[in-house]
């Protein structure tokens, strides 16, 4: 077949040429600077045309949204060099506060792994740095810490805990305080004082947490922050589907395999609950 008789248009209709311009022009924007020459198979034709001309160009999610799922997949990968550029492109282009950017990291720590999030922090302070740098502007001095809002007394901030994990779990009961694990762990900390910590509002913790429970291959942790992301409307059905997708492409299709199945169940278990209620309260009336 001659040259001039060969389809130059990719499945989507889409002239290759065209796409891959389409895909340096939104790394640009995403990233903050220029994407890379390379023209290697990995980098123009999946990181280019693929990561960026197609999957961050898409409506489900926000720009925003995606940096949140982003920022755990490669906080977990023990890839420096993209951590250096996502942390970067996310501070640089305003999308994330570095109050913000903070929270990330702690929440990351909670749900991957404090050793993780050790380096993940480094990495902010270092590009939160750079950026100062960049545009000859002093580092200002670290903002103070958040003001708690959970009560001092021991007891009181379990029950505050058990309270939370319920409500943000869209669970009738709380694990017993019966090992440290649960409660000194679970209900004191987890619940008790990070998931209600004013610096990140409950959609980007969830969207954080399931990229992490997802990449962490717990079962009963990815079906019940997915059904629980859903149940609360905090994360609609559109956004939880897009959420697979850009978690393959930064963790990989096998496991954004299984997170798919996990997100088409409990889409059908969250349906089913509000189809039971709404009929449960017409038989009412």
């Not at 898409?58 to 925003?64: D, E, I, M, T, V």
């Not at 962490?216 to 897009?242: C, G, K, N, W």
């Not at 609950?273 to 449960?280: K, L, V």
Request: aromatic letters at 8%; glycine letters at 6%.
């Amino acid at each position: 077949m001659t040259a001039e008789h060969m389809d130059t248009r990719n499945g989507n209709g889409r002239a290759p040429a065209a796409r891959s311009e389409r895909g340096r022009h939104e790394f640009r924007d995403v990233m903050t600077f220029d994407a890379p020459p390379d023209t290697s198979p990995a980098t123009a034709n999946g990181l280019i045309d693929f990561v960026f001309a197609e999957i961050w160009t898409r409506p489900g999610l926000s720009r925003r949204d995606r940096r949140f799922v982003t920022l755990p997949c490669v906080a977990d990968a023990d890839a420096e060099q993209p951590l250096i550029e996502h942390v970067y492109a996310a501070l640089n282009s305003g999308d994330l506060s570095i109050v913000e950017m903070r929270e990330t990291v702690l929440h990351f720590a909670v749900y991957a792994g404090w050793p993780k999030a050790s380096r993940f922090n480094g990495i902010v302070d270092a590009q939160w740095a750079r950026i100062h740098r960049e545009r000859g502007l002093d580092v200002p001095a670290p903002a103070p810490l958040l003001p708690l809002t959970t009560a001092a007394d021991p007891e009181q901030r379990l029950a505050g805990g058990v309270a939370a994990f319920k409500e943000i779990n869209r669970l009738d009961f709380a694990p017993d305080r019966d090992n440290p694990f649960q409660g000194a762990g679970i209900l004191n900390f987890v619940f008790g004082e990070m998931w209600v910590r004013p610096g990140l509002g409950m959609k980007e913790r969830r969207l954080i947490t399931v990229a992490c429970v997802a990449f962490q291959d717990a079962p009963t942790p990815i079906m019940s922050h997915v059904y629980a992301a859903l149940e609360s409307r905090e994360v609609s059905f559109t956004e939880m589907d897009e959420l697979a997708l850009h978690f393959a492409a930064y963790c990989g299709w096998p496991k954004a395999s299984h997170l798919n199945q996990v997100v088409a169940e409990q889409k059908a278990r969250v349906l089913g609950e509000w189809r039971a209620a709404t009929d449960s309260t017409a038989r009412e009336h």
